[in-house]
Protein backbone atom coordinates (compact mmCIF):
# COMPACT_ATOMS: atom_id res chain seq x y z
CA UNK A 1 0.00 0.00 0.00
CA UNK A 2 1.27 3.42 -0.61
CA UNK A 3 1.89 5.38 2.21
CA UNK A 4 -0.81 7.45 3.22
CA UNK A 5 -3.34 5.09 1.24
CA UNK A 6 -5.07 4.11 4.48
CA UNK A 7 -6.46 7.83 5.23
CA UNK A 8 -7.59 8.32 1.54
CA UNK A 9 -11.36 8.68 2.66
CA UNK A 10 -10.37 10.87 5.50
CA UNK A 11 -12.05 14.32 6.39
CA UNK A 12 -10.27 17.32 5.17
CA UNK A 13 -8.14 18.74 8.53
CA UNK A 14 -6.99 22.04 9.64
CA UNK A 15 -4.07 22.00 11.97
CA UNK A 16 -1.13 24.23 13.13
CA UNK A 17 1.53 24.76 10.78
CA UNK A 18 4.95 22.70 11.31
CA UNK A 19 8.29 22.91 10.04
CA UNK A 20 7.75 20.10 7.65
CA UNK A 21 5.42 22.39 6.17
CA UNK A 22 7.22 24.96 4.85
CA UNK A 23 7.54 23.65 1.39
CA UNK A 24 4.04 23.14 0.80
CA UNK A 25 2.92 26.56 2.01
CA UNK A 26 5.94 28.12 -0.26
CA UNK A 27 4.16 26.13 -2.73
CA UNK A 28 0.74 27.54 -2.28
CA UNK A 29 2.11 31.09 -2.23
CA UNK A 30 3.41 31.13 -5.76
CA UNK A 31 0.46 28.50 -7.16
CA UNK A 32 -2.17 30.90 -5.97
CA UNK A 33 -0.19 33.66 -8.03
CA UNK A 34 0.55 35.36 -4.70
CA UNK A 35 3.95 35.37 -4.33
CA UNK A 36 6.77 35.10 -7.19
CA UNK A 37 8.88 32.38 -6.48
CA UNK A 38 12.14 35.29 -5.62
CA UNK A 39 9.86 37.48 -3.63
CA UNK A 40 8.97 34.88 -1.00
CA UNK A 41 11.79 36.90 1.55
CA UNK A 42 9.65 38.57 3.83
CA UNK A 43 6.81 35.36 3.87
CA UNK A 44 10.14 33.32 4.82
CA UNK A 45 11.00 35.39 7.44
CA UNK A 46 7.30 35.58 9.16
CA UNK A 47 7.29 32.00 8.81
CA UNK A 48 10.35 31.14 10.49
CA UNK A 49 9.56 33.37 12.98
CA UNK A 50 6.53 31.66 13.85
CA UNK A 51 7.96 28.63 13.55
CA UNK A 52 11.05 29.15 15.83
CA UNK A 53 8.69 30.89 18.37
CA UNK A 54 9.89 34.89 17.82
CA UNK A 55 6.18 35.80 16.72
CA UNK A 56 4.74 34.19 19.10
CA UNK A 57 1.27 35.91 18.91
CA UNK A 58 1.03 34.93 14.91
CA UNK A 59 -0.77 31.59 13.40
CA UNK A 60 0.00 29.96 10.59
CA UNK A 61 -2.37 26.97 9.38
CA UNK A 62 -2.59 24.47 6.95
CA UNK A 63 -5.42 22.26 5.72
CA UNK A 64 -5.14 18.38 4.70
CA UNK A 65 -7.18 16.96 1.96
CA UNK A 66 -8.80 13.96 3.18
CA UNK A 67 -5.82 11.89 1.36
CA UNK A 68 -3.29 14.11 3.67
CA UNK A 69 -2.49 16.44 1.44
CA UNK A 70 -1.34 20.23 2.46
CA UNK A 71 -3.86 21.45 -0.21
CA UNK A 72 -4.20 25.00 1.64
CA UNK A 73 -2.70 27.58 4.27
CA UNK A 74 -3.43 30.71 5.78
CA UNK A 75 -1.62 32.81 8.10
CA UNK A 76 -2.77 35.97 10.49
CA UNK A 77 -0.93 38.10 12.87
CA UNK A 78 -2.19 41.15 14.92
CA UNK A 79 -2.64 44.40 13.21
CA UNK A 80 0.67 46.63 14.34
CA UNK A 81 -0.49 49.82 16.29
CA UNK A 82 -4.24 48.93 16.16
CA UNK A 83 -6.48 48.29 18.89
CA UNK A 84 -7.17 44.35 19.18
CA UNK A 85 -7.29 44.10 15.54
CA UNK A 86 -5.97 40.93 13.74
CA UNK A 87 -5.10 41.02 9.86
CA UNK A 88 -5.20 37.77 7.50
CA UNK A 89 -1.85 38.51 5.72
CA UNK A 90 -2.36 35.22 3.62
CA UNK A 91 -4.75 32.49 2.72
CA UNK A 92 -4.33 29.95 -0.53
CA UNK A 93 -5.72 27.18 -2.00
CA UNK A 94 -3.77 24.83 -4.41
CA UNK A 95 -5.07 25.52 -7.93
CA UNK A 96 -7.20 22.49 -8.29
CA UNK A 97 -8.85 22.41 -5.00
CA UNK A 98 -10.39 25.78 -5.36
CA UNK A 99 -13.79 26.50 -5.27
CA UNK A 100 -13.95 22.79 -3.20
CA UNK A 101 -14.82 24.60 0.18
CA UNK A 102 -11.11 24.71 1.62
CA UNK A 103 -10.53 28.42 1.59
CA UNK A 104 -14.25 28.84 3.59
CA UNK A 105 -13.20 25.93 6.24
CA UNK A 106 -9.95 27.60 6.91
CA UNK A 107 -11.43 31.64 7.55
CA UNK A 108 -13.96 30.00 9.62
CA UNK A 109 -11.60 28.09 11.78
CA UNK A 110 -9.34 31.57 12.11
CA UNK A 111 -13.03 33.70 13.14
CA UNK A 112 -13.95 31.07 15.55
CA UNK A 113 -9.76 30.69 17.22
CA UNK A 114 -9.93 34.51 17.23
CA UNK A 115 -13.93 34.68 19.20
CA UNK A 116 -12.21 32.21 21.53
CA UNK A 117 -10.03 34.47 22.07
CA UNK A 118 -12.02 36.82 23.25
CA UNK A 119 -12.99 40.51 23.20
CA UNK A 120 -9.96 41.42 25.29
CA UNK A 121 -7.38 39.86 22.53
CA UNK A 122 -9.48 40.22 19.30
CA UNK A 123 -11.91 42.51 18.37
CA UNK A 124 -11.72 42.75 14.17
CA UNK A 125 -10.83 40.71 11.70
CA UNK A 126 -9.28 42.17 8.23
CA UNK A 127 -8.17 40.86 5.19
CA UNK A 128 -6.20 43.00 2.00
CA UNK A 129 -6.33 42.36 -1.53
CA UNK A 130 -6.26 43.18 -5.14
CA UNK A 131 -8.97 45.44 -6.92
CA UNK A 132 -7.97 44.12 -9.96
CA UNK A 133 -10.49 41.79 -12.30
CA UNK A 134 -8.34 38.59 -11.46
CA UNK A 135 -8.99 38.95 -7.95
CA UNK A 136 -12.76 39.19 -8.66
CA UNK A 137 -13.56 36.04 -7.49
CA UNK A 138 -11.42 36.82 -4.04
CA UNK A 139 -13.33 39.55 -3.12
CA UNK A 140 -16.70 37.68 -3.89
CA UNK A 141 -15.49 35.19 -1.27
CA UNK A 142 -14.96 37.65 1.15
CA UNK A 143 -17.85 39.15 0.92
CA UNK A 144 -19.65 35.75 1.33
CA UNK A 145 -18.16 35.27 4.51
CA UNK A 146 -19.47 38.22 6.18
CA UNK A 147 -16.42 40.79 5.23
CA UNK A 148 -17.76 44.59 4.68
CA UNK A 149 -15.25 46.22 1.47
CA UNK A 150 -14.21 48.93 4.19
CA UNK A 151 -11.30 50.56 2.25
CA UNK A 152 -9.31 51.30 -0.98
CA UNK A 153 -5.70 52.15 -1.05
CA UNK A 154 -4.74 53.82 -4.39
CA UNK A 155 -1.81 52.38 -6.20
CA UNK A 156 -0.97 49.75 -3.44
CA UNK A 157 0.39 47.08 -5.20
CA UNK A 158 1.37 48.84 -8.33
CA UNK A 159 0.71 52.27 -10.58
CA UNK A 160 -2.69 50.17 -11.56
CA UNK A 161 -3.52 47.90 -8.94
CA UNK A 162 -4.90 49.27 -5.84
CA UNK A 163 -5.35 46.97 -2.16
CA UNK A 164 -9.15 46.95 -1.14
CA UNK A 165 -9.27 45.75 2.30
CA UNK A 166 -11.93 44.04 3.96
CA UNK A 167 -13.20 44.19 7.51
CA UNK A 168 -15.21 41.67 9.61
CA UNK A 169 -16.06 42.17 13.68
CA UNK A 170 -15.60 39.56 15.66
CA UNK A 171 -17.64 40.69 18.64
CA UNK A 172 -21.60 39.72 19.06
C1 LIG B 1 -9.62 32.81 -2.32
C2 LIG B 1 -9.43 31.36 -1.90
C3 LIG B 1 -8.57 31.31 -0.63
C4 LIG B 1 -10.82 30.77 -1.56
O1 LIG B 1 -10.69 29.43 -1.20
P1 LIG B 1 -11.57 28.29 -1.95
O2 LIG B 1 -11.32 27.02 -1.28
O3 LIG B 1 -11.29 28.37 -3.41
O4 LIG B 1 -13.04 28.84 -1.67
P2 LIG B 1 -14.33 28.02 -1.20
O5 LIG B 1 -14.46 26.81 -2.04
O6 LIG B 1 -14.32 27.88 0.28
O7 LIG B 1 -15.47 29.07 -1.53
C5 LIG B 1 -15.90 29.23 -2.87
C6 LIG B 1 -16.47 30.60 -3.03
O8 LIG B 1 -15.40 31.56 -3.01
C7 LIG B 1 -15.34 32.25 -4.25
N1 LIG B 1 -14.11 31.84 -4.94
C8 LIG B 1 -12.94 32.50 -4.79
N2 LIG B 1 -12.00 31.96 -5.54
C9 LIG B 1 -12.54 30.91 -6.18
C10 LIG B 1 -12.03 29.98 -7.12
N3 LIG B 1 -10.77 30.02 -7.55
N4 LIG B 1 -12.85 29.02 -7.57
C11 LIG B 1 -14.12 28.96 -7.17
N5 LIG B 1 -14.66 29.84 -6.27
C12 LIG B 1 -13.88 30.82 -5.80
C13 LIG B 1 -16.59 31.99 -5.01
O9 LIG B 1 -17.44 33.09 -4.77
C14 LIG B 1 -17.15 30.73 -4.38
O10 LIG B 1 -18.51 30.89 -4.15
P3 LIG B 1 -19.55 29.73 -4.60
O11 LIG B 1 -19.14 28.51 -3.81
O12 LIG B 1 -20.86 30.31 -4.18
O13 LIG B 1 -19.35 29.58 -6.05
C15 LIG B 1 -8.77 30.51 -3.01
O14 LIG B 1 -9.64 30.45 -4.12
C16 LIG B 1 -7.43 31.03 -3.46
O15 LIG B 1 -6.40 30.62 -2.94
N6 LIG B 1 -7.41 31.90 -4.48
C17 LIG B 1 -6.19 32.40 -5.07
C18 LIG B 1 -5.35 33.19 -4.11
C19 LIG B 1 -6.08 34.31 -3.42
O16 LIG B 1 -6.72 35.12 -4.06
N7 LIG B 1 -5.94 34.35 -2.09
C20 LIG B 1 -6.41 35.43 -1.29
C21 LIG B 1 -5.44 36.53 -1.40
S1 LIG B 1 -5.88 37.91 -0.44
Known sequence: ???GAD???????????VDNDTAAIRTIAVATGLFAADELEGFDERLTGYLDGTLAEDAWLVLESGTGEVVGAAYYAPEPFSDRVW????IGVMPDDQGGGAGGALIRHIETALREKGEDHARVLIVETSGLDNFTLTREFY???GYDEEAHIRQFYGPDDDKVTFWKSLVG
Not at 7 to 17: F, K, S, T
Not at 87 to 90: G, I, K, Q, T
Open 1 to 3: LPI
Open 87 to 90: NLFF
Open 7 to 17: RVNEQPQIRPA
Open 143 to 145: AKH
